[in-house]
C-alpha cells in the first residue's frame, strides 16, 4: 500500500475529512509512529533483517560504524570477519562484554571478539590490518516523510506487512490529540493497533518457525 492511499484511507476512516493540513497532520505521525512505536517495539519481525552489510576494519582502530539503517542485533545473525587462510574465509566472531574484552584482548591482532556500544562495533585485538566483514542486523525501514503526492509517495515495509498496526497507531493519535474524537472513535483505532501487531506476531512465527525441520543434530 502506498502511502498516500494509506492517508486517504485515514482520511475516511476520520469522518470523511477533507482538511489538507490534517493530511499533512497524518503523514508526519505516520512517521512518528513507525520510528518510535513500531520500530521501537522489542518485537522485530522477520522483514526487518538486513541484507548482508559489507564493511572493514581500519588499521589500529578498535571502531567500526554501524549503518545508518541500524536498529537492532538480529539473534540469528552475527558479524564475521573475513581470514583468507582458511577454506571457508568468514568466520564468526564471538561476541562479549566490552569491558571484559577491551583489557584481556588489549593488543594488535585479527579481532575476534566485538560488541556493540553507540554506532559502533567495537573489536578486539584490535585490527592490525584491513580485513572485509559482513554483519546481518535488524534495519529501519525507509522512512515515510514528505509530501502528499510528491516522490516520496512510496510502499515501505511497514506498509507492506503490516499497514493495520501502523494505520491504527496513526488514527489513535490522529482521533484522541487532533480531532478530540470520542473515546469509542480513538478505541476503534487502538483495537486495530492491537490486532493488527498480534498478526504481524504470529506471522512471524510462521516465517521463522514454519520451513524449519524439527530433528537432532
Known amino acids: 500500500m502506498l502511502r498516500d492511499v494509506a492517508v486517504d484511507m485515514l482520511m475516511k476512516r476520520l469522518g470523511n475529512s477533507k482538511d489538507l ?3 499533512q497532520d497524518i503523514i508526519n505521525e505516520m512517521v512518528q509512529a513507525q520510528e518510535t512505536v513500531l520500530e521501537g517495539d522489542v518485537f522485530h519481525p522477520w522483514f526487518l533483517v538486513s541484507e548482508e552489510s559489507s564493511s572493514s576494519t581500519a588499521v589500529a582502530d578498535e ?3 554501524l549503518p ?3 536498529l537492532a542485533q538480529w539473534q540469528f545473525g552475527g558479524l564475521f570477519r573475513f581470514d583468507a587462510a582458511l577454506d ?3 568466520i564468526e566472531m564471538t561476541q562479549a562484554d566490552w569491558e571484559d574484552i577491551k583489557e584481556i584482548l588489549n593488543f594488535a591482532d585479527k579481532p575476534t571478539h566485538y560488541d556493540v556500544a553507540g554506532p559502533y562495533l567495537l573489536m578486539r585485538p584490535i585490527a592490525d590490518a584491513i580485513y572485509p566483514l559482513r554483519f546481518w542486523y535488524i534495519a529501519k525501514g525507509i522512512s515515510l516523510a514528505g509530501a502528499y503526492g510528491d516522490p516520496t509517495n512510496i510502499e ?3 506498509l507492506k506487512w503490516a499497514s ?6 496513526t488514527g489513535s493519535v490522529i482521533a484522541e490529540q487532533y480531532l478530540q474524537m470520542t473515546e469509542t472513535r480513538v478505541a476503534t483505532f487502538r483495537t486495530q493497533a492491537i490486532r493488527g501487531r498480534e498478526r504481524l506476531r504470529l506471522k512471524n512465527v510462521e516465517m521463522e518457525e514454519g520451513l524449519k525441520r524439527r530433528e537432532m543434530v
Do not use: S
Open 156 to 158: 515501505n515495509i511497514w
Open 63 to 65: 571502531r567500526v560504524v
Open 164 to 169: 493495520d498496526w501502523l494505520i491504527g497507531e
Open 21 to 23: 493540513t490534517l493530511r
Open 68 to 70: 545508518l539503517d541500524f
Open 88 to 90: 571457508d574465509p568468514y
